[in-house]
């Protein structure tokens, strides 16, 4: 028997408190960026996190700790200040397909957008209207502007998700989730202001889309940007303001007992 919208509100819900809680940092990538406090260094190391979210989390998170040592513990200052020697302490790096050659092709990005900003929201916030429904024209201004970039190789790209490719920009879309959600559990940063939780896509991964299904909410498996989007629209139903805070919901509902050993 179908479930009533006014079920799994109450099932989401349920779980949501359950899930988005400090427990949760502990075991998941974005552990790396609550290590820092300042609103720089966490947006970076958060956003380098965020592109190497696949695999085993422990791996994922083995990963973000060595980053912090290239970055001599203050990702910024290395941004924005290295020179060309300094770069050496990159060499070697690799996480699955990611590898030094990629790492060095979007510091040199990120050092171009801070020569030109204070922040890496305005990358994403400048290419967003205020009506717009979702952050799709930023997701797709920003992979423009990288392939612009001084420091832009073709390898890279595929690292740099984005809607007109079709592709559900998982991990971009958990990136932005990071640092535009904000409550009181402290899980999500909520240090960006210029992009409203209500633009914010749900993060489709396999487990999201496998209880979104057993639950009503998407009818295919398939993990694309017209999916995600679909998703979204349907959670926006049971809150419009902040229909991305289920990505707890689903993600826990699928992860189980087995949540801390499961794989992005």
Known sequence: MKNTDKEIKVILDELYLKYNHSNFIENDPISIPHLFSNKNDIEIIAFLISILAWGQRKSIINSGKKLIE?????????ITQHQDADLKSCLGFVHRTFNDTD??????FLKEIYQTSNSLETAFSKHILPKDANIENGLNGFRKDFENSLSFINRTKKHIAHPLSGSACKR???FLRWMVRKDEKGVDFGIWASIKPSQLICPLDVHVIRQSIKLGLLKTDKANWIQAVDLTNKLKKFDKNDPVKYDFALFGLGVGEKYIEINY
């Open 103 to 108: 790492l060095l092709s979007i510091i040199g």
């Open 70 to 78: 290239i970055f001599d513990k203050h990702p910024f200052q290395f």
């Open 172 to 174: 971009l879309s958990m």
